[in-house]
Nanobody, 114 residues
Framework: VQLVESGGGLVQPGGSLRLSCVAS????????MSWYRQAPGKERELVAG????????NYADSVKGRFTIFRDNTKNTMYLQMNSLKPEDTAVYYC????????WGQGTQVTVSS
């Protein structure tokens, strides 16, 4: 199992980024997937989750209306579209495979700063 995130970077407040998580080594389309983030000195927290088929999603209150999680099962890829970014969104973002055994990616840094 491998999960590889990309798309992080430095962005100004109010800007946008799209994160990607490419999965391999398992049948991506049957697993619920999630995005988590961890800011310095804080615990890792759930940002958003998506069902195996993509029809059900859930979001942390702090990102509702600004972030969108979606997936393309034909490309074994999950995405997180992040709009109206705030400095408090600064964190390392991780994708996670949920289920019988949890798997994590290595993370991608998102920094929101002017």
């Amino acid at each position: 199992v491998q999960l590889v995130e990309s798309g992080g970077g430095l962005v100004q407040p109010g800007g946008s980024l799209r994160l990607s998580c490419v999965a391999s080594g398992f049948t991506f389309s049957i697993y619920h997937m999630s995005w988590y983030r961890q800011a310095p000195g804080k615990e890792r927290e759930l940002v958003a989750g998506i069902s195996s088929g993509g029809g059900l999603t859930n979001y942390a209150d702090s990102v509702k209306g600004r972030f969108t999680i979606f997936r393309d099962n034909t490309k074994n890829t999950m995405y997180l579209q992040m709009n109206s970014l705030k400095p408090e969104d600064t964190a390392v973002y991780y994708c996670k495979r949920e289920g019988d055994t949890d798997y994590w990616g290595q993370g991608t840094q998102v920094t929101v700063s002017s």
